[in-house]
DNA sequence: AACAATTACGGCATCGATGCCGGCATCGAT
DNA sequence: ATCGATGCCGGCATCGATGCCGTAATTGTT
């Protein structure tokens, strides 16, 4: 079996208390020099390690953070989490990360789980399926210390970092007109998403500034966030068989970007007449074919942010009353025709 | 503060002692059914979780499980980890996860942190650059189960899941070898890795049945798993820039083949004339151009299984004797001309 | 020399949940 | 009526580390 050293051996072969050891080990303040010297060096010989465990239980927190995403898999995520990780073990903190695959129920069982397991904190980005919002509610009420990155939830008061989705939508959408597209297809998240409202916003904004009409049959929501790839190519293919067929399309995110990609190749056969742009953080855009013009977000600093902002708020002495929205640009990266 | 309701908390409202309100919640066996209605009920009523941190402590085990990967952008090791996932939940295990970025000081600190807090148990894929295995020796040495995935050490006595690395390569070269390539390179992970052996026997003994000379030239590692993109760049713009340049490349990872892709599209002005096939489970692959013929892994399957034999040497009452290594196909992907 | 002050360490309770053991009460049996 | 059996529950130690408090011994002060 697996047993490490504990502060109680170390205290039995040496003769001593296990409190003076524990002062040698830590503080070391009203314990002499000499005997220091001997604890420390008989713990480095056995390898002693202290049990964040038993710590965890005493002091009421872990030194960890949770981080609840729809996967790891999508590049945005794999790189926001990069960003909490770099600012979390700096600060000394361990990162524990859950997957949703964007369903309500995985992330209702692993919300809880996280916050029994006593993390010091959660970083939140919102599952497609999530509308019930009463599990985050109810841990945030009990004072657990809760920032949302990316899909936000507006009604919770906290912090919460964003990217400039408005904007993003807006110019992808405007660079689609500027190359002549006339009908523009917007293929959308589920719509009670922060993001797919934002960046719906930003797709309508840009239609009406240039006299473009908004045809509702032009836009489609994906409610699973194109869990499964299904989803996706129904919503595609509808757009394709229309009597008016658009000349472009808008996608909202990177799992549907790829998978309107995917459909369209294997469906469409004069696809090169229709121009795709979409938020995007793959690393793969540039080799894609059909070519895809792409949205990038800046994953890894909103992470960092996240994760700087949460671990405020966990080492604040006093409640916080006053929370920030922090808002980070997007760059549009052109490509194609 | 965040201060869930404790055993205690119960016990006090009810009038009861902890021992009565612990039995009631749990075995229930000795509680009268009155009580026992009465203790449920309440505890209900204040949304009663216990603690797992102090059941921890206790019981010396987390029931959760480490998995150590190089990355999770990367699409195999985020599909093994679905698998894993899907193992671990159904056995009431929880998954934490944690990144080298193919680093072997990462890797240390790491795996020590994992072991630390109590994972029962440990599933690990090596790390590009490790060449010392003392860390994990000497806790395996004190007990904590291992099990190998993917990048496995032979060295050790415990379970391994692998896919069956020469065949997927043999496949892969002698396909390039059937569509009329005389010079084929090979980009190969760190050499210290058992993928890139096993990999790289199976790409010369395809040569070897085929009269195909082995130049050693033709063969590049990546000492770092292709972590910089440039260490990818300067391999293939060697093999681009030599006197006899290659008619193909056999890759031999997911990150190095989008790397090489990536390469050849930026300075091989006729790429297409140079037949890419490598190791990946990207879901994109298709969508590439240029285009990559592709041998995928089996990682939903792999994780599964390394889960559940991790989960079985963790459950088991005597100490493992025998050890089993289990290797599972792969599958090749023809593309392009 | 007598007392205060400081140094250096041990004892003990604590965090939450569990389980052994011990005890009280009620019931049935002889 | 007395004893054993059983049902039902509380007390207490335990897991590892910490920190308050108590205390012995040594040093310093007048």
């Not at 600012?87 to 695959?101: D, P, R």
């Not at 069982?109 to 985050?136: C, F, Q």
């Not at 509808?238 to 970007?257: T, Y």
Request: proline share 3%; net charge negative; with cysteine.
């Amino acid at each position: 079996m697996f047993k490490p050293t504990t502060i109680k051996d170390i205290a039995k072969a040496l003769n001593l208390s296990t409190s003076t050891v524990s002062r040698a080990l830590r503080g070391g303040y009203e314990i002499s020099e000499e005997t220091k010297k001997i604890v420390l060096e008989y713990a480095e010989k056995v390898n002693f390690k202290r049990n964040p465990i038993a710590l965890s239980l005493k002091e009421r927190r872990s030194y960890s953070i949770g981080v609840i995403v729809c996967e790891v898999a999508n590049q945005f995520f794999s790189q926001a989490i990069d960003g909490i990780e770099s600012v979390a073990y700096s600060k000394g903190y361990h990162v524990i990360i859950s997957q949703t695959h964007d369903s309500y129920e995985r992330e209702v069982i692993n919300v809880e789980h996280l916050a029994n397991r006593s993390v010091d904190g959660l970083l939140v980005s919102l599952s497609a399926e999530t509308k019930d919002y009463s599990h985050l509610e109810k841990l945030h009420d009990q004072g657990l210390p809760i920032v949302f990155f990316d899909r936000i939830l507006n009604s919770m008061n906290t912090h919460k970092v964003s990217s400039n989705n408005f904007k993003g939508a807006f110019e992808a959408t405007e660079f689609l007109i500027s190359k002549g597209c006339k009908r523009i297809a917007h293929l959308a998240n589920a719509s009670q998403l922060s993001i797919t409202a934002e960046r719906q916003k930003g797709y309508e904004e840009a239609l009406r500034q240039h006299h473009i009409p908004i045809d509702k049959e032009l836009i489609k929501y994906c409610k699973h966030g194109g869990r499964d790839q299904i989803e996706v190519e129904i919503a595609v293919r509808e757009f394709l068989s229309h009597d008016n067929p658009p000349d472009a399309i808008f996608v909202a995110s990177d799992r549907l970007s790829t998978g309107c990609l995917s459909t369209m190749k294997k469906y469409a056969t004069h696809h090169h007449d229709i121009l795709v742009a979409g938020f995007s953080n793959s690393e793969l855009v540039e080799l894609l074919n059909p070519s895809l013009s792409y949205i990038r977000q800046p994953a890894f600093e909103m992470g960092e942010k996240a994760a700087e902002m949460l671990i405020s708020i966990i080492e604040s002495k006093y409640p916080i009353e006053e929370f920030e929205s922090i808002m980070l640009d997007t760059t549009l990266h052109p490509n194609g025709a």
